[in-house]
């Protein structure tokens, strides 16, 4: 049986990858992963926000008493255990990059222009297969547009295409008012393939404590539904790669996520729930339910059930959502 994929012009052993997450922060991991059976590893994200925070930090410890004598040197901290984000990150993706077999893609969350593009470029350099923008914005100045929203989207992807030779991918949310055309956009744009979806953290109240809170939810299988529309949507139509992500629990949410048109399924909830071997049972789980149903490759099921290809159209269009209301029967 051949479970070979295409994902950003790269070939890999089978679709299912390791996507970005706090296990992804460690070559040990990242090693674990390929034995484990991961036919790519994407890194945890490198925020611009954390380096310019910790950069602004360092200038004031410098900077702390610099019109006092020379004997207050003396109470400056040593700075030879002082380590950025960034130095840390490209030490793992360079001697991680060089110790495994898999593609090791770079996953970047930037704020500025010159953030996007610097870090992008030292990613390529340090040895990163590819490069995943992950880009997380939230659109809460009332005053600013739809366009001027997806304006920022490609002009980041045109910058980084620019400055990098290396595949990208734009990692994103389905939150835009025609998601179709927007994806259409991103890859004119120059975006080498889409992965979807992002998940917004949003937060939760705590009405004891009257404060707003962070909780971090792992995903659940029922949340592939959106992924399971748009990539069956956009099969066929993009002309770059698709990797679907949020929900993958086990291997029957690949496999849907294959159907769909996606090139590779990413997951993170999953392993952090059952471990890096789950990677193994994923992969398994695939390849059985693929030998049961007569499946010798990929490529007869993906898309299988794609808007382009399914019996029944109207179950991705606005027919089936009369058709639901009608043939919903209360308890």
């Known amino acids: 049986m051949e479970l070979n994929t295409e994902y950003l012009g790269l070939t890999l052993s089978h679709p299912i990858v390791a996507s970005a997450s706090p296990m992804t922060d460690s070559e040990d991991n990242i090693r674990r992963m390929e034995d484990a059976g991961a036919a790519a590893v994407v890194m945890h994200s490198l925020f611009e926000e954390q380096i310019r925070q910790e950069t602004a930090a360092i200038d004031r410890l410098l900077t702390t008493g610099e019109e006092s004598f ?5 109470y400056f901290p040593p700075l030879t255990g002082y380590r950025a984000s960034e130095d840390r990150y490209l030490e793992i993706l360079a001697t991680a990059s060089a110790a495994i077999d898999i593609p090791l893609i770079a996953s970047l969350n930037g704020v500025t222009a010159e953030g996007w ?3 992008a470029t030292a990613m390529e350099q340090a040895g990163a297969s590819a490069i995943e923008l992950n880009i997380y914005y939230i659109a809460a100045d009332a005053a600013e547009s739809g366009q001027q929203v997806e304006s920022r989207y490609l002009e980041i992807i045109r910058a980084v295409k620019g400055a990098v ?4 991918a734009v990692k994103v949310g389905p939150f835009f008012s025609a998601f179709a055309h927007m994806a259409q956009q991103m890859v004119g744009a120059g975006a080498d393939g889409l992965v979807l979806f992002n998940r917004f953290y949003q937060p939760n109240f705590d009405l004891e404590q009257m404060a707003v809170t962070r909780t971090l939810e792992l995903s659940r299988a029922e949340e592939i539904r959106a992924g399971l529309l748009w990539i069956s949507v956009l099969y066929g139509k993009l002309g770059a790669s698709i990797a679907a992500s949020t929900g ?14 996606a090139d590779v399924v990413m997951t993170t909830s999953s392993l952090l729930r059952h471990g890096i071997g789950h990677l193994e049972s994923l992969r398994e789980g695939l390849g059985d339910w693929m030998d049961r149903h007569g499946f010798d490759t990929l490529e007869p099921l993906r898309g299988s059930m794609s808007l382009s290809r399914v019996a029944d159209p109207s179950a991705f269009e606005r027919a089936n959502y009369i058709r639901m209301l009608e043939e919903f029967e209360p308890a």
Do not use: R
């Not at 030779?165 to 990208?168: A, C, G, R």
């Not at 993958?248 to 048109?261: D, N, R, S």
């Open 117 to 119: 593009t610097g870090h």
């Open 248 to 261: 993958v629990e086990g291997p029957a949410e690949v496999i849907k996520y294959l159907m769909a048109g």
């Open 165 to 168: 030779s290396i595949p990208v």
């Open 70 to 74: 020379g004997e207050a040197l003396s």
